[in-house]
């Protein structure tokens, strides 16, 4: 009787503690339509979005009774923070046209990699789920609105333009001073010399991207020691315009710019380990007003997590 009576009383206080806490809520900002909202793609994409991605990516929550109990409502509050700050569909009017189709072709690549929507949610938001018909709806989504790739002269008379000032230019690897970036990190010439380890395509602007690594990131590939990565490793990003001929082939055209992702989870422990740095057209301009356009990058890669935070699997060696 004794041990009931304790048992009693235990339960009593674990439901008391239960719902005192209810009283500490989250604040999640939360807008109700009352009417159709505006299309923004097609009828078939917005209906696969709102269903898989708008409870984190827009201001149209729609929140369970499970999603509202503390503290499991902190978790999804903070998810929901995350996802509005990478990209909010809400906000969508506000984008201009290359940055609304970039991020459209960044959130449909991680969906077709598996990284979105994120496991966790779909475990209790199965509805959220998204089928092979759905995944290839948002592909061919994605193919309507790309640039055709056909043969473009004003894209060769910038190559050969941006070739001209090269050639009369003193090389950046030359510089006395390097560019160096908002948070510190200094432009590295020497990343042409470096192994190419794979390569991408974005079909929404165009452009073509081959991804370098240094000997630690390709030591690192040969011995099947990337997810973490070792500290040390650089992986340099380069993008060029795609030119295409009459005969289909593809070319690289004007250089864009070059993305660093630098490996050091000591002094970069507050960015993911890794140290994010983007320097533009050919005098390597700097990215990035502020520090916090690392955030920018991190958003982007979050979906990556589990494999540190790399998009782009590498090529064996």
């Not at 090389?171 to 970036?181: I, R, S």
């Not at 500290?231 to 001929?245: E, F, R, S, Y």
Request: charged share 25%; glycine share 4%; hydrophobic share 35%.
């Amino acid at each position: 009787m004794k041990k009931l009576k304790k048992l009693k009383i235990s339960l009593a206080i674990l439901l008391f503690v239960f719902l005192f806490i209810q009283i500490y809520r989250p604040n999640i900002p939360v807008e109700h339509h009352k009417g159709d909202t505006p299309i923004l793609f097609s009828n078939k994409v917005d209906a696969i979005l709102k269903k898989s991605c708008y409870d984190c990516h827009s201001n149209q929550t729609d929140l369970k009774w499970f999603d509202q109990i503390t503290p499991v409502n902190f978790l999804i509050a903070d998810h929901i923070k995350k996802g509005r700050s990478g990209l909010n569909f809400s906000d969508w009017g506000s984008i201009s046209r290359p940055d609304q189709n970039a991020k459209l072709w960044e959130a449909v690549n991680q969906i077709i990699q598996g990284a979105m929507p994120l496991k966790s949610y779909t475990l209790l938001h199965s509805e959220a789920k998204l089928s092979v018909k759905d995944i290839q709806v948002l592909k061919d989504y994605l193919s309507s609105i790309a640039p055709k790739q056909i043969p473009d002269t004003a894209k060769v008379n910038a190559l050969n333009r941006q070739y001209k000032n090269w050639t009369v230019e003193k090389p950046a690897a030359e510089f006395k001073d390097l560019p160096v970036d908002i948070n510190g990190i200094t432009f590295i010439p020497d990343y042409k010399n470096w192994v190419p380890i794979s390569s991408t395509q974005r079909e929404d602007n165009g452009t073509m991207r081959i991804i370098f690594g240094n000997d630690i990131a390709i030591k690192a590939i040969k011995e099947h020691q990337t997810n973490p990565w070792p500290n040390g490793t650089i992986l340099a990003k380069v993008a060029w315009d795609q030119l295409k001929d009459n005969r289909g082939n593809i070319t690289p055209g004007v250089f864009k710019q070059v993305e660093y992702m630098i490996k050091d989870n000591h002094k970069y422990r507050s960015t993911a380990g890794w140290g994010w740095a983007r320097f533009k057209t050919p005098k390597f301009e700097p990215y990035g007003k502020t520090p916090s356009f690392t955030t920018e990058c991190i958003n982007c890669h979050r979906p990556m997590e589990n494999n540190d935070f790399v998009f782009t699997p590498p090529l064996e060696h």
